[in-house]
């Protein structure tokens, strides 16, 4: 394997896994800064109202793109197997 063709994968690799936590966590910070903004308008500082909402919000969201996730994670795994066999694992 080439020292490109390493750089190549290595690039792949990190744009896949961006594109699987990406919405992740920009659904939790969103949520995060709507809870922080709520906070500093009620003065209530109370953990658990800011945790809660955030693990709501990842939960539904990785309810609603687990479809769309599975099926980058399918078409990567199937691309990386295909480059492991054509040029020699």
């Not at 936590?21 to 995060?32: D, E, K, Q």
Request: hydrophobic content about 60%; aromatic content about 8%.
């Amino acid at each position: 394997m080439s020292q490109q063709m390493a750089v190549f994968l290595a690039r792949r690799s990190l744009t896949v896994a961006l594109m699987m936590v990406g919405p992740i966590l920009g659904a939790g910070l969103a949520v995060g800064l709507v809870m922080a903004l709520f906070q500093a308008v009620t003065q209530i500082r109370e953990m658990t109202l800011a945790i809660i909402p955030k693990i709501l919000a990842v939960g539904a969201t990785l309810f609603v793109l687990l479809p769309w996730m599975l099926q980058v994670m399918t078409s990567y795994t199937s691309n990386m197997l295909q480059w492991a066999q054509t040029y020699g694992g």
